[in-house]
């Protein structure tokens, strides 16, 4: 195993070493997708990608937004927006445990110093009908990533299977910076003539949105929207296939879009707890519903690997 | 004789698949090889993070050569069926031998299979074990299609013998057998060769690898042990830890580290539990204060600063996760503190317990009426077992709860005791989930007894009710445990309860009370809508109508709850060691459905039939059983018309009426008394009187009036002996 990379002085410098890393590797470097989400999962870079016979390798930072986990900036770990760096490969390779330790050591982890260690932990989405075998990887006991091997998305089996490899960068680069409160790590270099930390971005968006999902988020119109977003994503996939022109185009992505929605939509409703234990599930089933018939479509385009694509006219 | 050695080389298998997936390895590789026709002198599996591997010693170097007779058409037969006969054979017909067979002659065909060398047997029977191997859940990677529990890298599969060490050819979808295999994943990745299982175990050490999980396990709990013990401390024992932690490590390193004194007021089982299932810590506790002061953690590998590196950062994510214990701690005794515990427990409305069993408040509310009206029989207060049962799930909505479930009930006792509530009543909150399994204690103090009691009853005639029942191996609601939990606890505290009476009451109060939930559920507009807070009044629910057909129903409910409590008693006791058709016997007769009574009848029966005359009066009684039996259906009529004794002819036979007599006067009280052994004392006092009986009389005489009237004795017997308990059912 190759030396390791000097501690890096930011978490900017921590997200920049990854993205060099896995470019190295030769994954697309994306940009986050531009729509709210509880995970990099859902960015269809991950979800959609996964699906069908094509090669994929990309790489990327998605803003993910957990409603429920916001503490007003108050908590040292908890936030309600964080960032998460997402790698997916498909087929996945076979060195890719050593792919990812590399990525460790790129960051400055060096593990003739640490305990790195691979825990049993199996990953299910229940909104996106998908699920993988893997582990949580514990650096000093501390869970620093999940890696999965895709197993299903959308209710289909995943042929290749894709590796996928999720960081959390805020507690990462906590541990890799030494750092003990979030808002206190340096976002920039210390060193920079305007050194900004974690909380001068966002101490401010956390207390605001934390106010906003436990309490002022209007639930009436979240419902609707909700309602709406079900509504416009089963419209678009009901669609013919081809257009106005006669050519064939399925909607899979701008309807994957509405499933997005749907989901962050009820995650909001579920951090106000207005939606009750049995109910729960029953919107669980409507977004899986949803993602089902997303990965059905995007099954029938041409990235989804269909090879009987219908004839344009 | 060659020596086996497999490695299956993969990427970190789960902890709790290691055990198991080593026995199968070794139970079905062996078994294949047996099938093949090898035999063995031993095998031993193992399993490390990242390989499962078989040593198989002294297997035989090919099968045996085997010959097979089969018989064919009978002599004379169309040539056309002898023909195809030889084709299905694979003989020439030329070998065909004509024997005799039966009246006539067959013709005959030998065929021989001649013995393979162990290498090719070997590399088919792995190839197939691989193949179908039963992970408790595997998957596919990369392009490939082959299924393993985590990727599959590398097999080593070797025959040794004194001329050296051998390669098994063998290649599954790309992956191909070898002599090499590596060491630990950072101290000692190279691969390196081995000869044979005892050059491979040393190799493996000398490369950070211990491939015995018992030897790992030893060697944690042993280093684990003498840190704490020289700092004058002790290790919490924990064996499902130990094992989990052995199956997380290929080469332990055991570290010990301080908890930060903020935290060291915490309750123990809080650090316990947040140390075990976030962290996989071991606890350190002082002996002299119970209380818990540092953890032990298991590292996977060496480090040239001696682990400090590692123990900081696990010291740190300890802190974070015991921060959050504690702000759920402080807050929750604040709730409690402003609220009381009552007050916590006011969310439960909105918890939905089962859509058609309505909240768990709806549940606490039947739970603590039960409780009240079990109270009496188990010598508790009713109004402090209904206040424990009103409060003893409070906690559920506790924040400590929330994030730690495991701590249900233990945390209520915290919190109880801190609202102020009787000592009493905060036991309950601890104990009334209690027994868990069927080695978990069983809570003996009379409010804990009532309120257990009232919980695991509401839970089983809750789910008659709705009728969902445990079928086969699907129980989702545990209700097979909480009926042998129901057991335990009436027969730990002699809790005397006609259950029969019991059970269809509370199945009709369930029943009645899901028929509002259903309707209150069913007249929701859409899913799509906002769910209503159900708030249903328990007192209320009697007047939800209910049919005759429901009638029907709750006494079918109830009797079949009655049954399936008799089964789980069985199972119970025949793990206990009494025997089934003693419980059947017992289980005929009346009152059988107080639980209490039947098991104390149960065992005096059992120890009885251990005595000689016990023993023997069952075959004195079964005789006479069977000679009445006998003429009762010859004759046609039941001679119960009561033996007259002036007809008693000899000795023995007045002796059989005097006895009877005294058994009886003896019988019917202690039956009244229900001191089960005296009565079957006295019964068993008939046996000799009975055997000289039989030693000297005739039943069936030619004198009409003499026969009846010993078969009217006969009657006597049975009519004593199925008084004390159903002699026809035991086995003989």
Redesign the interface.
């Known amino acids: ?1 190759a030396d390791p990379a000097p501690r890096p002085k930011s978490f900017q410098e921590v997200i920049l070493r990854l993205q060099s890393y896995w470019a190295a590797q030769g994954c697309v470097i994306l940009q986050p997708y531009d729509m709210e989400v509880g995970a990099g999962t859902f960015h269809p870079a991950t979800t959609l990608r996964a699906l069908g016979p094509r090669p994929w390798a990309a790489a990327y930072v998605q803003p993910s937004r957990r409603p429920t986990d916001g503490r007003y900036g108050d908590n ?2 908890r936030l309600q927006h964080y960032y998460q760096f997402q790698v997916l490969i498909k ?4 060195d890719l ?1 050593e792919l990812y330790l590399g990525s460790l050591l790129a960051i400055g982890i060096d ?10 932990d ?1 990953w299910e989405s229940p909104t996106l009908g998908a699920w ?4 949580e990887v514990w ?4 869970e620093v990533s999940q890696f999965t ?1 895709f ?1 299903q998305v959308g209710g289909h089996d995943c ?3 894709s ?1 996928e490899l999720t960081y959390g960068l805020e507690r990462l680069a906590m ?1 890799v910076l030494g750092v ?1 409160h979030v808002m206190e790590m340096p976002f920039n270099d210390p060193a920079a003539p305007q050194p900004l930390t974690y909380g001068d971005v966002f101490r401010q968006t956390e207390r605001e949105y934390s106010r906003w999902n436990f309490e002022a988020a209007d ?1 009436d119109l979240l ?1 609707q929207h909700f ?1 709406d977003a079900e509504a416009e994503c089963e419209r678009i996939l009901a669609a013919a296939p081809e257009d106005d022109a006669g050519r064939a185009i399925v909607m899979a992505h701008p309807a994957y879009d509405q499933c997005i929605k749907a989901s962050h939509l009820f995650n909001l409703l579920d951090a106000r707890g ?6 729960r599930q ?1 919107y669980i089933g409507r977004v899986r519903m949803l993602a089902r018939k997303c990965a059905d479509a995007f099954l029938t385009t041409e990235a989804g690997g269909a090879t009987t694509a219908p004839a344009d006219a | 004789m060659p020596d086996l050695l497999i490695e299956l080389f993969s990427e970190e298998i789960p902890a709790r698949m290691q055990a198991r997936a080593a026995e199968d390895l070794k139970r079905l590789m062996t078994q294949g090889l047996v099938d093949a026709g090898l035999t063995y002198a031993g095998a031993r599996a193992f399993a490390t993070p990242r390989r499962l591997a078989l040593a198989v010693a002294g297997l035989t170097p090919e099968s045996p050569t085997r010959r097979e007779e089969r018989k064919g058409p009978r002599e004379g037969a169309p040539d056309a069926a002898i023909d195809g006969f030889a084709r299905s054979a694979g003989v020439p017909r030329a070998a065909l031998e004509l024997r005799a067979a039966g009246k006539g002659r067959a013709w005959f065909a030998t065929i021989e299979t001649p013995g393979r060398p162990a290498a090719g047997i070997v590399a088919e029977v792995l190839e197939g074990v691989v193949r179908g191997f039963p992970w408790p859940k595997s998957m596919r990677w990369g392009a490939g299609s082959l299924r393993w529990v985590r990727p599959l890298h590398a097999i080593l599969c070797i025959l040794t013998t004194e001329a050296g060490a051998e390669v098994v050819p063998l290649d599954i979808d790309g992956i191909r057998a070898g002599d090499t295999t590596r060491g630990h994943r950072f101290m000692a990745p190279d691969p390196f060769s081995v000869t044979s299982f005892e050059d491979y175990r040393a190799k493996l050490k000398r490369a950070f690898v211990l491939l015995d999980a018992e030897e790992r396990a030893d060697h944690i709990w042993i280093e684990a042990h003498n840190m704490a013990f020289a700092q004058g401390l002790e290790v919490v024992e924990d064996k499902a830890l130990l094992a989990e932690v052995a199956g997380l490590v290929e080469w332990p390193v055991v570290l010990m580290g301080a908890i930060a004194p903020d935290f060291l007021d915490l309750p123990p089982e809080v650090l316990q539990t947040s140390m075990r299932e976030h962290q996989k810590f071991f606890s350190v506790r002082n002996p002299a204060s119970g209380r818990i002061e540092r953890f032990v953690t298991v590292a996977s590998r060496e480090t040239a600063d001696a682990g400090a590196t590692i123990l900081a950062g696990n010291a740190k994510v300890l802190a974070a996760r015991l921060s959050d214990a504690k702000f759920f701690w402080e807050n929750d005794l604040r709730v409690v503190s402003q609220k009381g515990l009552e007050g916590m427990a006011e969310g439960l409305a909105q918890v939905t317990f089962h859509n058609k069993l309505g909240s768990q408040a709806d549940r606490i509310g039947r739970i603590e009426a039960l409780a009240r009206e079990i109270a009496p029989l188990v010598g508790a207060q009713p109004d402090l077992a209904a206040e424990a049962a009103r409060v003893a799930k409070a906690d559920l909505r506790s924040e400590m709860v929330g994030e730690f479930p495991e701590l249900q009930g233990t945390m209520g006792g915290y919190y109880a005791r801190a609202a102020g509530l009787p000592e009493a009543v905060a036991a309950a909150c601890r104990e009334h989930y209690q027994p868990l399994g069927p080695s978990d204690a069983v809570p003996t103090a009379p409010v804990s007894v009532a309120v257990a009691l009232a919980d695991k009853l509401d839970t089983l005639t809750g789910f008659w009710a709705i009728d969902e029942k445990p079928t086969g191996s699907k129980d989702p609601y545990a209700l097979r445990r909480a009926a042998l939990g129901v057991i335990r606890l009436m027969l730990t505290n002699g809790t005397r309860v006609t259950l029969g009476r019991m059970l269809e009451l509370r199945v009709d109060f369930c029943l009645r009370h899901s028929k509002l939930f259903v309707s209150v559920f069913s007249a929701l507009p859409s899913a799509t809508d906002r769910p209503p807070t159900i708030e249903i009044d328990v007192k209320s629910t009697a007047s939800a109508e209910i049919s005759t057909q429901d009638i029907a129903f709750i006494e079918r409910a109830a009797a079949d709850l009655l049954a399936f409590l008799h089964d789980r008693l069985k199972v119970h006791l025949r793990e206990q060691g009494v025997r089934h058709d003693v419980i059947d016997a017992c289980l005929a007769m009346p009152n059988a459905d107080d639980l209490t009574l039947l098991v104390r009848r149960a065992e005096a029966l059992q120890a009885m039939l251990q005595t000689e005359d016990g023993e023997n009066l069952v075959q004195g009684f079964r005789r006479a059983n069977n000679i009445l039996t006998q003429a009762e259906d010859r004759d046609g009529v039941e001679y119960s018309f009561g033996a007259d004794p002036r007809l008693a002819q000899g000795p023995e036979e007045e002796a059989l009426f005097a006895a009877l007599d005294a058994a009886e006067l003896a019988i019917e009280p202690a039956m009244e008394a229900e001191d089960f052994a005296a009565a079957m004392h006295a019964m068993a006092a008939l046996r000799a009187p009975i055997d000289a009986f039989f030693e000297a009389v005739q039943i069936n005489t030619d004198n009409a009036v003499i026969r009846r009237n010993r078969l009217n004795l006969l009657h006597r017997i049975r009519a004593v002996c199925l008084s004390v308990a159903d002699l026809t059912r035991l086995e003989g």
């Not at chain 1, 087929?91 to 076979?94: E, G, R, T």
């Not at chain 1, 207005?274 to 109910?279: K, L």
């Open positions: 195993m040292p770990n087929p996945s390779p076979p445990q593990p003739a110093f640490h305990d790195i260690r691979f825990v049993e199996d993988g075998l893997g582990w650096c000093d006991g501390m091997y197993q042929r290749p299977v590796g541990y003990d639930t419902f309602k207005v939606i009750s234990v049995t109910e029953a």
